[in-house]
């Protein structure tokens, strides 16, 4: 079982930057797939980013729709993956969610995963 923590939304201008942190129970942090997710008002959960750390090299992916302007890291040993949200839109708010799962595949496709209950971001034009 795993347990997420999500933190660091809040109310933001178009433009600025927040940085959202995800942080996990358990000792088999680094062998999760990291993913977030996000679900705007009345649409579907999508897919923002995931890492995966191979034991060596930290693979990330992300949706076209934040590539570029969105960063996600990850701290190990801290049991914490981050989503750095820079130039932010107000397309861009919603709610946050992480996720853990075995597998990157599990992880982007938001399936056989742990979740986190969420944090809201809201982008202000």
């Known amino acids: 079982q795993v347990q997420l923590v999500e933190s660091g939304g809040g109310l933001v201008q178009a433009g600025g930057s927040l940085r959202l942190s995800c942080t996990a129970s358990?000792?088999?942090?680094?062998?999760?797939?990291m993913g977030w997710f996000r679900q705007a008002p009345g649409k579907a959960r999508e897919f923002a980013a995931a890492s995966t750390w191979s034991g060596v090299v930290t693979y990330t992916y992300y949706a076209d729709s934040v590539k570029g302007r969105f960063t996600i890291s990850r701290d190990n040993a801290k049991n914490t993956v981050y989503l750095q949200m820079n130039s932010l839109k107000p397309e861009d708010t919603a709610d946050y969610y992480c996720n853990a799962a075995r597998t990157v595949v599990d992880s982007l496709r938001g399936q056989n995963a742990y979740w986190g209950q969420g944090t809201q971001v809201t982008v202000s034009s």
């Open positions: 358990g000792r088999t942090f680094s062998r999760y797939a």
